[in-house]
């Protein structure tokens, strides 16, 4: 080894450079963030071939006076904090006085400045931070840099550089979630000449439509929730768009863009039950707590953030959600086929859904209440089938539920009535078609249900209520029974002995591949001892990981609710279809099925009306 010497300042800035500026959209990041901290109003973005041969960035800020500019290009030089203790109440989005000096490090070099009050402005260029001498120029108040041949003189980074069209697309994506934190600031991307967003100074809401589209915006729900010094606004996307990815989630913290896994999680804990597996919600999100409460220091790009109480933050963000989904009808939106035109947001996401409300006959809604309740305790409490346990061996217990599978959104008054046009109570409730969905009159235009969807749904949250409230119950064998297993059910059996025995499954190896049963959650009685050991077991080899007891619960919720539903195909009665119906709105969201597919569509007489021409 060759004896210890102090690196030279252009190897260190060439070594911060590799931490920060991994491609031309963390210059970029880093150049707009310098002129919203400068207090811009407008922002002109210019790249060439992805930003790798030239980025420019023009601002209307305070600027930067000549003798300054060495220093701005120095490192650990800033204007934003004097004492360490500043960095718990970091107020701009820069502070390391890291970034132009990394980027100046490993490019050529402009930056050109005029503060406001200054005759003249001046321009200093360095070649790999090598600095000529400070010139005077002409030009507008504010800054403007250019970075041209970002990593000319480290090859290795350059090679790792993807095509332009790429990197153009990240740098995008970096202008994008800027813009995202401060609509009330213009902004514009240009791509090889050609324009790529003009965005004048707006609202979030229109933000968010220059950016994404109009179709998305009707698909918004507003979001605004405070508790004490937490506050949270922006708007989430109704679980009808959503997308298959996570790319579409914005989560602004005091007006800088983060990503944060723990608080992706409680977006999608919101978002359960109400879009498929492998979509993703879709939100803009701000937050805004005292900077002192987090900790913006701990990742070099300031992506990733520590909250000193990031519980309460989980929590605040979930609570704010769910409350906005339980004061919403979340309907599903029916599609248009290709060509036609883009339908209108069947219903105004915040008002009543379908016009003003009619009700059916009082009579009509208590017979099918009569037959819910029937339904519901058939579901659970009916004697099984065929070859099950005799009652007398048999004996119910009640396992109290761990906290975690407890929290759950609390259920909303049943009070909505069902809507029917009364003066049509002697007709069908709805037509049932193919044996598989019904149609539907409302008020505001056509309605399709899925019958198999909705009745589980319905299903699903009386059995999951009926857990939540009273534990859940377990039948236990009076003598238990060998039940034949594959190996690796009989080693998940021994892996999660514990999660079983919180949802009520006791059994103990009994030689080779055979367990013995000597209990099984009660909502599974009607299927014999094996069917039922088998029902368990089969998500924890599925999940290739262990699960949470409130998933596995939430596995069994859904399996019952499934086979005790109306399948896809059966022939319904009148009087059944009018239950259906009438249970709809009972359940806490009847929109989607307990997977996540809508249970129904809606056409509204406007779409109708525009597919035949008539407006
Ligand atoms: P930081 O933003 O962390 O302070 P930078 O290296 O990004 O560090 O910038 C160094 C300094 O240069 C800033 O603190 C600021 O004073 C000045 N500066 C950079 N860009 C601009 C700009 N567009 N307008 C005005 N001042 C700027
Ligand atoms: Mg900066």
């Known amino acids: 080894m060759a004896a210890i010497q102090r690196l030279s300042t252009s190897v260190v800035n060439k070594i911060a450079a590799g931490e920060v500026i991994e491609r031309p959209a963390s210059v970029v990041k880093e150049l707009v963030e310098n002129s919203l901290d400068a207090g811009a109003r407008r922002i002109d973005v210019a790249i060439e071939e992805g930003g790798a041969q030239s980025i420019r960035v023009v601002d209307d800020g305070c600027g930067v006076p000549a003798e300054e500019l060495p220093l701005a290009l120095a490192s650990h030089a800033t204007s934003k904090i004097t004492v360490a203790d500043d960095l718990f109440r970091v107020a701009t989005l820069g502070f390391r006085g890291e970034a132009l000096a990394s980027i100046a490090a490993v490019s050529r070099f402009r930056i050109r400045s005029r503060p406001r009050g200054a005759e003249a402005a001046a321009v200093l260029e360095t070649v790999g931070g090598e600095a000529a001498p400070i010139e005077p120029a002409a030009g507008p108040v504010g800054t403007t840099i250019e970075v041209r041949d970002l990593f000319f003189n480290t090859p290795v980074r350059r090679k790792f550089l993807r095509t332009p069209s790429t990197e153009a697309g990240h740098v995008s994506e970096a202008v994008a979630r800027l813009a995202l934190s401060r609509p009330e600031v213009g902004f514009a991307l240009v791509h090889n000449g050609r324009q790529v967003w003009d965005l004048p100074p707006t609202t979030l809401l229109e933000r968010i439509g220059q950016l994404f589209g109009s179709e998305l915006v009707g698909g918004l729900l507003a979001v605004e929730h405070r508790d004490g010094d937490l506050a949270l606004g922006g708007y989430v996307a109704n679980p009808s768009h959503s ?40 939100c803009f999100l701000r937050m805004d707590m005292p900077p002192e409460s987090v900790d913006v220091n701990v990742h070099p790009t300031k992506l990733e953030v520590r909250f000193q109480d990031g519980g309460r933050v989980y929590s605040h963000l979930l609570a704010a959600l769910r409350t906005r989904f339980l004061a919403t009808d979340l309907v599903a ?48 409490d009916e004697a099984p089938p065929t070859a099950a346990p005799a009652e007398s061996r048999l004996e119910v217990h009640r396992v109290e539920l761990p906290p975690a599978a407890r929290d759950a959104p609390p259920r909303p008054p049943a009070d909505a009535p069902h809507r029917r046009d009364a003066a049509h109570g002697h007709r069908p409730a709805a037509l049932q078609i193919h044996n598989r969905y019904l149609v539907l009159e409302t008020s505001a235009g056509l309605e399709i249900i899925d019958q ?164």
């Open 452 to 615: 198999h969807a909705l009745h589980e749904r319905i299903l699903y949250e009386a059995l999951r209520d009926r857990v939540l409230a009273g534990g859940l119950e377990t039948q236990r064998l009076l003598a238990p029974e060998p039940v034949e297993v594959s190996a690796a059910e009989a080693a998940a059996a021994a892996e999660y002995g514990d999660l079983l025995r919180q949802v009520g499954l006791e059994v103990a190896p009994f030689g080779g591949e055979t367990l013995l049963v000597s209990s099984y959650p009660a909502m599974l009685r009607r299927l014999r001892p094996a069917d039922a050991v088998h029902a368990v077991l089969e998500p924890l080899l599925s999940a290739g990981r262990r699960p949470q007891i409130r998933d596995l619960i939430d596995e069994l919720l859904h399996m019952m609710a499934c086979k005790a539903a109306v399948k896809y195909g059966d022939p319904l009665t009148d009087e059944e279809i009018a239950a259906l119906l009438a249970q709809r709105h009972l359940a806490q969201d009847h929109h989607h099925c307990p997977h996540g597919r809508p249970t129904a569509l809606v056409f509204t007489r406007e779409q109708l009306d525009r597919q035949f021409k008539r407006i």
């Open 333 to 380: 939106v029916g599609r248009l086929p290709e060509g036609a035109a883009t339908p209108r947001a069947a219903a105004p996401l915040d008002g009543p859904p379908t016009g003003p409300p009619t009700g059916p006959s009082a009579e009509l809604v208590r017979w099918a209440q009569r037959e819910l309740h029937r339904e519901q305790h058939a579901a659970w």
């Open 243 to 282: 997308r298959p990815h996570n790319r579409l989630q914005y989560l602004l913290l005091n007006g800088r863009f983060i990503r944060d896994r723990s608080l992706q999680h409680a977006l999608g804990e919101a978002y359960r039950g109400l879009l498929l597996t492998g979509r993703h919600p879709i």
